[in-house]
């Protein structure tokens, strides 16, 4: 089965999506990445592998897929890997996959496409990731309470980001190509930007004014194991993500104070709407909805409310 996927992707030539792949001594989950990505439905696919030189069996695994385009040589910072992998990026769109993650949702490629194609006020699409454990056992499907309250689409998305930073899972994110290639941070970016470029990428994407769309499926899963790169640098990644929360919090009370003018853009960058003056009491008034109605403490059973509690004052 396998042979015959690797020569139906051979035949792509001008590819709509490009998945990313960074990697590094991780070959023991590679083949099921690649695999989860070559059982898509949708087959105008490019998978590209942007390896910092592993020295496990990384290579020889990837000589097994001639489908794979993929580049092997060190790098000194992950931003390194993900400015190679968007440079050969042919797509109209863009898909991170880190080599230990994968897709479970076989049809997801084609349901993103069917969005952006659709609509153009669109310029990213995202859906439910689920855990996975080092040997491979599913576990919990993230941000459950979205499938009994989802979250908001497009420009209304805005409220709810200043309030809670929610950054989008950027395992199964599909985003338009000149967006991702001009706002996720490179080698000349400093500090937690460059430290985090997920969540550096998901504070310009929204700053700057695009718009997402949520589509209630459990698109990919994210494994966790013991060698993490979260795991790993957590010492550096933490205090990046306090610089990110509180970075968001500014931005959403420079709006709110008429300091910034916040923009709407659509999918090619083009200015679509902007928040005027006497839009800020209803900005305002949305932001304290999602403050009130979405906080963990409504969400939460009261089992599991007085369990955390407990545990918080009874570590």
Known sequence: MHAKVRVDLQDVTDPVISIVTPSLNHGRFLRQTIESVAAQTFRSFEHIVVDGGSTDDTVKILNEFPHIRWVSEREEHIVEAYAKGFAMARGRYIIQCCVSDGFLDPNWFRKCVEILEKDDEVSLVWGFAQTMSEDGDLLNVCFQDFFTDPPPQKQDFLPYWLV????????????????????????????????????????????????????????????????????????????????????????????????????????????????????????????????????????????????????????
């Open 164 to 315: 809670s930073g929610f950054p989008l899972p950027e395992g199964n994110y599909c985003v338009r190509n000149e967006v991702l290639r001009s706002w996720f941070p490179d080698v000349r970016s400093t500090d937690w930007f460059r430290t985090c470029p997920h969540l550096g990428f998901m504070y310009r994407f929204f700053t700057q004014g695009y718009s997402p769309y949520f589509i209630p499926v459990v698109a990919n899963f994210g494994r966790f194991h013991h060698d993490q790169r979260s795991q790993r640098l957590s010492h550096v990644e933490k205090p990046a993500e306090t610089a990110y929360s509180k970075a968001v919090k500014e931005y959403g009370n420079s709006v709110l104070c008429g300091r910034t003018a916040h923009h709407f853009r659509n999918g090619t960058s083009q200015v679509i709407g902007q928040i005027q003056s006497h839009q800020l009491h209803a900005l305002r008034r949305k932001m304290w909805r999602h403050r009130l109605l979405r906080s963990p403490l409504l969400r939460l059973d009261p089992y599991t409310l007085v369990t955390k509690l407990k545990g918080r004052m009874f570590p």
